[in-house]
């Protein structure tokens, strides 16, 4: 699943957005970003891999990153198995003009394995 942190900031190769509208007040877009991605969270399915393509505005980074973790730590279905989600930040490199990942987190009960590590993959950390 591809999807746009905010809608109308930049032009994203994403199928929809996590905030539709184009205007997020500073002090509240931790909150907005947080709310949506629990939102979101509600209506896939377990194991979807979330390809989010961030847009700058840190606090609502931050809070889309908050509420993957918190709804994982939340959900008793999440912590035995490997049926979690995958959200992968995605962000534009300036020098290669392309969208790149290097921050994957997966929802398990926080634990480190050999594919994950403190939210980067540790095959690329090689």
Not at 12 to 26: A, G, K, M, N, R
Not at 29 to 49: C, N, Q
């Amino acid at each position: 699943m591809k999807i746009g942190l905010i809608k109308g900031r930049h032009p994203l190769p994403v199928e929809s957005y996590l905030i539709d509208h184009e205007t997020v007040e500073f002090d509240q877009a931790h909150h907005i970003a947080y709310d949506a991605m629990t939102s979101l969270l509600r209506d896939i399915d377990k194991g979807t891999v979330i390809q989010l393509y961030i847009t700058g505005l840190t606090r609502c980074t931050l809070g889309a990153i908050a509420a993957f973790n918190e709804e994982a730590k939340k959900n008793e279905g999440f912590r035995y198995g490997n049926d979690g989600c995958i959200l992968e930040i995605w962000e534009f490199n300036s020098q290669t003009g392309e969208y790149e990942t290097a921050i994957k987190f997966k929802q398990t009960d926080y634990v480190r394995t050999d594919d994950y590590f403190w939210g980067c993959s540790s095959s690329e950390l090689k």
